[in-house]
T-cell receptor
Framework: GAVVSQHPSRVICKSGTSVKIECRSLDFQATTMFWYRQFPKKSLMLMATSNEGSKATYEQGVEKDKFLINHASLTLSTLTVTSAHPEDSSFYIC??????????FGEGSWLTVV | QKEVEQDPGPLSVPEGAIVSLNCTYSNSAFQYFMWYRQYSRKGPELLMYTYSSGNKEDGRFTAQVDKSSKYISLFIRDSQPSDSATYLCAMSGEGAAGNKLTFGGGTRVLVKP
């Protein structure tokens, strides 16, 4: 099946620094990718829709200046958490699909801000 | 009321039993229905994908969609301890809205050896 890959799988950063998470579609092109955040024992919360070649669409309540999304190619979207704080510590997951309605998820990235 | 309702569980079954999971939804525009399995600290894995009403079978997994009742189900036969995970239902509509998934809250399943 289609594969979506995320990197890094785990990252620890100091408070105030920025960290970048990559999401790649390995065997298909994705004009749209999605970024989610998941808290422990909770379901996925959609943060934003990443659109290749244009600005991302953010969900209500998600700070666009805090969570910068760049979708520079048809196989890569990046999420940058800027000026990270401990409350940004979470599990971040991206998704994409080869066709409109078959969506695959990446392995997820654990962010810990200390 | 949430758009997609799913019992959080936990659902505990003995090994070999049938696991029965379901979701209800309120948005009649949903046309695509998916079930994902998520192990702890991992990304969700697509298990089943169904378009509109009907049944679909893949190995030990059977997905059912009843659009008239706005009700979807996933059955896991001959359950194994490795099936212990959280199961998420997800759905989406046609066209431009097709890529955006709406999730249930997930049901935690525990298969006891």
């Amino acid at each position: 099946g289609a594969v979506v890959s995320q990197h890094p799988s785990r990252v620890i950063c100091k408070s105030g620094t920025s960290v970048k998470i990559e999401c790649r579609s390995l065997d298909f092109q994705a004009t749209t990718m999605f970024w989610y955040r998941q808290f422990p024992k909770k379901s996925l919360m959609l943060m934003a829709t990443s659109n290749e070649g244009s600005k991302a669409t953010y969900e209500q309540g998600v700070e666009k200046d805090k969570f910068l999304i760049n979708h520079a190619s048809l196989t890569l979207s990046t999420l940058t958490v800027t000026s990270a704080h401990p409350e940004d510590s979470s599990f971040y997951i991206c998704s994409a699909g080869p066709s409109g309605n078959t969506i695959y998820f990446g392995e997820g990235s654990w962010l810990t801000v200390v | 009321q949430k758009e997609v309702e799913q019992d959080p569980g936990p659902l505990s079954v003995p090994e070999g039993a049938i696991v029965s999971l379901n979701c209800t939804y309120s948005n009649s525009a949903f046309q695509y229905f998916m079930w994902y399995r998520q192990y702890s600290r991992k990304g969700p894995e697509l298990l089943m994908y169904t378009y509109s009403s009907g049944n679909k079978e893949d190995g030990r997994f059977t997905a059912q969609v009843d659009k008239s009742s706005k009700y979807i189900s996933l059955f896991i036969r001959d359950s194994q301890p490795s099936d212990s995970a959280t199961y998420l239902c997800a759905m989406s509509g046609e066209g431009a809205a097709g890529n955006k998934l709406t999730f249930g809250g997930g049901t935690r399943v525990l298969v006891k050896p």
